[in-house]
């Protein structure tokens, strides 16, 4: 089956700083790639889309110069919080499309984030 | 404006009983309803995907059922067990839209 990885599994960093997440789509080529945001005890909301060479898009109230999104290639799209703060602490969860026509999305295994 | 809900918001059972969750949308003109598990701390594991034409999937103990009429979706456990105790997630998707999740059932299934 399709595999999503992330990396890093958890991170920690101070406020201010930027944090750089990296989802992979391992064994297809993702044509679009989805973040999403899941703070304790709710549930998943998408935060961007993103499609392969294509700037992103983001959903209403995430701000666009502090979560960039950048999806250079068919396998890998990146999330960069910029600024960290401790409201920024979350899991984030990325997945993968394999092409406009497909339905199915691939979810990897979601990255914790602590800003101190 | 898309809307999934899910009741009960938190479950705790016996081991050994069979038990259902609830999933609710808004929009009957849904693609596919896929029900997802969530272990504390973890991605999510899909479990059942039901797609617009179906009107139930089965995996071993589970069972998964759509009514677009009414606009529910229920996953049946049968013959709970410990291992069972996670967070189940329904979401609901378009052709070519974007997932909108449920706010998620906590299971407990007690030895």
């Known amino acids: 089956g399709a595999v999503v990885s992330q990396h890093p599994s958890w991170v920690i960093c101070k406020s201010g700083t930027s944090v750089k997440i990296e989802c992979r789509s391992l064994d297809f080529q993702a044509t679009t790639m989805f973040w999403y945001r899941q703070f304790p005890k709710q549930s998943l909301m998408l935060m961007a889309t993103s499609n392969e060479g294509s700037k992103a898009t983001y959903e209403q109230g995430v701000e666009k110069d502090k979560f960039l999104i950048n999806h250079a290639s068919l396998t890998l799209s990146t999330l960069t919080v910029t600024s960290a703060h401790p409201e920024d602490s979350s899991f984030y969860i990325c997945?993968?499309?394999?092409?406009?026509?497909?339905?199915?999305?691939?979810f990897g295994p979601g990255t914790r984030l602590t800003v101190t | 404006k898309q809307e999934v809900t899910q009741i009960p918001a938190a479950l705790s059972v016996p081991e050994g009983e069979n038990l259902v969750l609830n999933c609710s949308f808004t929009?009957?003109?849904?693609?596919?309803l896929q029900w997802f598990r969530q272990d504390p701390g973890k991605g999510l594991t899909s479990l059942l995907l039901?797609?617009?034409?179906?009107r139930e999937q089965t995996s071993g103990r589970l069972n998964a059922s759509l009514d677009k009429s009414s606009g529910r979706s229920t996953l049946y456990i049968a013959a709970s067990q410990p291992g069972d105790s996670a967070t189940y997630l329904c979401a609901r998707h378009n052709y070519g839209q974007n997932f909108v999740f449920g706010p998620g059932t906590r299971l407990s299934v007690l030895p």
């Open positions: 039901i797609q617009s034409s179906q």
């Open positions: 929009d009957s003109a849904i693609y596919n």
């Open positions: 997945s993968a499309r394999g092409s406009v026509y497909a339905y199915e999305q691939y």
